[in-house]
């Protein structure tokens, strides 16, 4: 159970503080040891990260053709129930290698213009161009590729879906199913070509509009 309160504009510190919960307790019943195993996950929320710092970011080159940073993610420190956000940038005139998971994907363009190729085989779907403001709906398990058309500017994404949490309770019902699928290596470098061939931009802070 929750409650919520809009707060308005009140300092911080002048802020209730969290509610208390059951630091556990001892026995070796089912009862105590779910106890025990809630007090920890909590403890374990509540320490973590709250913040992401855009002046920290760093961009790195991936095997797909792009440069990439987690912006919310268990991988740098935060406990979001397997929400997971990172910020993807794609080089001018050059994509994004084609893949696919489960769950949706929702991304929104930062910087740029392109295009999305969609559909339930690699070919055969269907290319949706978009453009700086827009939102890409990706839906489960399409097979999907983004590409930058302009030819002098690098397109800059950010991406949101639930990817860890699925994953993690699909493996224990569908394991050996494939949940993350790509071309074979040598076609997937041919899509992506080699991002240290690109010359990137500083990483600066995007504007509206």
Do not use: C
């Not at 059951?22 to 025990?36: E, F, I, K, Q």
């Not at 996950?41 to 970011?57: I, K, S, V």
């Not at 919310?72 to 420190?77: C, S, V, Y």
């Amino acid at each position: 159970m929750a409650v919520l309160e809009d707060a308005g504009r009140r300092p911080f510190a002048e802020l209730p503080p969290r509610p208390p919960y059951s630091p556990g307790r001892d026995g070796a019943d089912p009862y105590a040891a779910r106890l025990r195993r809630l007090a920890a996950d909590q403890g374990g929320r509540r320490a973590g990260r709250l913040h992401t710092d855009w002046d920290e970011l760093e961009l790195r080159n991936t095997p797909r053709g792009t440069r990439t940073t987690f912006l919310l993610d268990r991988a740098i420190g935060y406990q979001a129930s397997g929400i997971t956000m990172a910020m993807f940038e794609i080089g001018p005139g050059r994509a994004q290698s084609m893949h696919r998971h489960p769950g949706e994907a929702w991304l929104y363009v930062v910087e740029g213009e392109g295009e999305s190729y969609l559909g339930a085989e690699p070919e055969g779907g269907e290319r949706h161009p978009w453009r700086k403001g827009d939102l890409i709906v990706v839906d489960h398990f399409l097979w999907h590729q983004h590409v930058n058309t302009d030819p002098e500017r690098t397109a800059r994404v950010v991406r949101v879906h639930m990817f860890d949490s699925l994953l993690e309770t699909m493996r224990a019902l569908a394991d050996p199913l494939v949940l993350f699928e790509e071309p074979p290596e040598h076609i997937r470098d041919a899509q992506a070509g080699d991002p240290a061939t690109i010359d990137w931009p500083a990483l600066d802070r995007p504007v509206w509009p």
